[in-house]
């Protein structure tokens, strides 16, 4: 094998090696109990995303505020050719610091949730995104319920709006994880523009040195051919 296909060769593995390397968001909902809590350890303000795949129950997640602040909310999940999307709910209740029980803060049902159908190209992925669940905050511990009326479907939950700056593998691993959940398919990723325009920048480059080398060997020939005669 020549010099130019073996550096092509390694450096696909350089766009794929930081993914079982580094730790980014998002988090994948493991949990296996009814109603049993995920919590929610990072700054509702900045944005992170929730995998999770409902089986029959729904899924809660817990966070605690100290100050008052405001909460974004929103679900996506894969669209497909189907009509309608699954009907995903999403309800926020606040813990009383008094006689137990919780009190509503707001919710996203089928009466007043809308899905966009938007084509990601960061994930490469067709997506339906709801529109936003904001809602007002205080002291105090905070659920978050994902549900449908039968409890069915993969979802990704997106908590705060504030973007943080990652890495370019930080933010592949983002996106393979994303793709792994939502598609399960090993090709997705290579739909996404963090992988294909880096790719497409290496194959032009081994391209423009495949010209440049076949020129140099017919210069070096044509030479050797001048200096014989």
């Given amino acids: 094998m020549s010099l130019t296909p073996r550096i092509f060769l390694m450096s696909l593995p350089l766009l794929f090696l930081p993914l079982v390397s580094l730790a980014y968001n998002p988090s994948i909902n493991t949990t296996t109990?009814?109603?049993?809590?995920?919590?929610?350890?990072?700054?509702?303000?900045?944005?992170?995303?929730?995998?999770?795949?409902?089986?029959?129950?729904?899924?809660?997640?817990?966070?605690?505020?100290?100050?008052?602040?405001?909460?974004?909310?929103?679900?996506?999940?894969?669209?497909?050719?189907?009509?309608?999307?699954?009907?995903?709910?999403?309800?926020?209740?606040?813990?009383?610091?008094?006689?137990g029980g919780v009190q509503e803060v707001g919710r996203l049902n089928q009466k007043n949730i809308e899905w966009n159908t938007i084509s990601d190209g960061k994930l490469g992925l067709k997506l339906k995104v709801s529109n936003d669940l904001s809602v007002k905050v205080t002291s105090g511990t905070y659920r978050i319920e994902v549900s449908t009326p039968e409890n069915r479907g993969k979802y990704m939950l997106t908590i705060g709006q504030d973007d943080s700056n990652h890495s370019y593998f930080s933010e592949l691993l983002h996106i393979k994880t994303i793709n792994s959940f939502l598609d399960d398919s090993f090709f997705s990723i290579f739909r996404s523009s963090y992988v294909y325009y880096p790719l497409g920048i290496i194959t032009i480059t081994i391209l423009f040195y495949l010209v440049w080398r076949k020129r140099q060997r017919v210069k070096t020939n044509f030479n050797n051919v001048q200096n014989s005669n």
């Avoid at 009814?34 to 995303?49: A, C, G, H, V």
């Avoid at 999940?77 to 709910?89: D, G, K, R, V």
């Fill in 33 to 99: 109990i009814p109603y049993e809590l995920t919590s929610i350890n990072s700054d509702i303000q900045t944005k992170y995303q929730y995998l999770g795949e409902l089986k029959n129950d729904p899924h809660m997640y817990e966070f605690n505020s100290s100050t008052t602040t405001e909460l974004t909310l929103s679900l996506a999940q894969l669209a497909t050719n189907l009509n309608s999307p699954i009907p995903f709910s999403l309800i926020v209740v606040k813990e009383k610091e008094k006689g």
